[in-house]
């Protein structure tokens, strides 16, 4: 099931000559409850592109959300990026479940 999505964060950066993953400015990571390590989706808006990477935390406030390594070639700064993890939800939890979804404005500060 889908646990949180940041929906279209702009893509800050690109660092090609990273190990990899995808550097997340830490307020957004509180407001959608991912850590550092999870394994996100990342759908480009402009491009189409998918990617299955991991996160690494950003300082807090600074807006970033930069993709690294190989991820770096299916972006540029300027995207319009949706961010999504999943998680497992036991069959009796289904309708219950309400995933967190994270708005932001075109600078990555949280919006209503």
């Known amino acids: 099931m889908l646990k949180s999505k940041i929906h279209r964060a702009t893509l800050t950066g690109t660092e090609l000559d990273y190990e990899g993953s995808i550097a997340i400015d830490r307020t957004l ?8 390590g999870e394994q996100v989706h990342v759908l480009n808006v402009n ?26 070639r299916l972006g540029t700064p300027g995207d319009p ?16 479940h309400r995933p967190v979804v994270v708005k932001v404005d075109a600078r990555n500060r949280l919006r209503d």
């Open 47 to 72: 491009n189409g592109s998918r990617l299955v990477t991991y996160i690494i935390e950003a300082e807090a406030g600074s807006g970033t959300v930069l993709l690294n390594g190989p991820a770096a």
């Open 81 to 96: 990026v949706v961010i999504i993890t999943y998680c497992a939800v036991d069959d009796g939890q289904v309708a219950a």
């Open 29 to 36: 990571l509180d407001a959608a409850g991912m850590i550092p």
